[in-house]
T-cell receptor
Framework: DAKTTQPNSMESNEEEPVHLPCNHS???????IHWYRQLPSQGPEYVIH???SNVNNRMASLAIAEDRKSSTLILHRATLRDAAVYYCILRARTGANNLFFGTGTRLTVIP | KAGVTQTPRYLIKTRGQQVTLSCSPISGHRSVSWYQQTPGQGLQFLFEYFSETQRNKGNFPGRFSGRQFSNSRSEMNVSTLELGDSALYLC?????????????FGQGTRLTVV
């Protein structure tokens, strides 16, 4: 699977929007971009995924660059519950279900 | 719908012993993957099972093994435990293997080897 690069940590004030960036310059045309997050003392939790177009769901939005070499996870109003490690993962069409987690971005939400 | 269930939640074993961890996937899910999480190495893929067949394996020694039963429940086994095997072991289930499929994780089993 292609590699992703994320900042180690970010901070946000509560109730403000958060933009979490991810670079994936070696992405192939059929790779999906997935985001997961891991809250303290819990297993990872799916957030959102997309291929080419921007995506929205109840948790977040995913903005994908036109050349697909980067993407941004957007939390519209950060809450204390959003404090977690966020992982950006590329999934190839290999028929395999193994996720390659990098180091992720640790998001701190300041009250 | 019940989530992914891992048992036990916590386990303490002695070096040299073996351990078996269990994972019950979401009903109807046929793919089960296992991961090891440690502070030093982060989340690392162990292996994946689909319809009772191991499809992929990560870079772990042969002491780590697993299996999947006909009801999709999976077990992983670690033999001859070492101190470095202390970790959070996570199981994830998916309905299919397509890259646009999300994975659902359990809360994990915290294994401590003393």
């Amino acid at each position: 699977d292609a590699k992703t690069t994320q900042p180690n940590s970010m901070e946000s004030n509560e109730e403000e929007p958060v933009h979490l960036p991810c670079n994936h310059s070696t992405i192939s045309g059929t790779d999906y971009i997935h985001w997961y997050r891991q809250l303290p003392s819990q297993g990872p939790e799916y957030v959102i995924h997309g291929l080419t177009s921007n995506v929205n769901n109840r948790m977040a939005s995913l903005a994908i660059a036109e050349d697909r070499k980067s993407s941004t996870l957007i939390l519209h109003r950060a809450t204390l519950r959003d404090a977690a490690v966020y992982y950006c993962i590329l999934r190839a069409r290999t028929g395999a279900n193994n996720l390659f987690f990098g180091t992720g971005t640790r998001l701190t939400v300041i009250p | 719908k019940a989530g992914v269930t891992q048992t036990p939640r916590y386990l303490i074993k002695t070096r040299g012993q073996q351990v078996t961890l269990s994972c019950s996937p979401i009903s109807g899910h046929r793919s089960v993957s296992w991961y090891q999480q440690t502070p030093g190495q982060g989340l690392q893929f162990l292996f994946e099972y689909f319809s009772e067949t191991q499809r992929n394996k990560g870079n772990f020694p042969g002491r780590f093994s697993g299996r999947q039963f006909s009801n999709s429940r999976s077990e992983m086994n670690v033999s001859t435990l070492e101190l470095g095997d202390s970790a959070l072991y996570l199981c994830a289930s998916s309905s299919w293997t397509e890259p646009n499929t999300e994975a659902f994780f359990g809360q994990g089993t915290r294994l401590t080897v003393v």
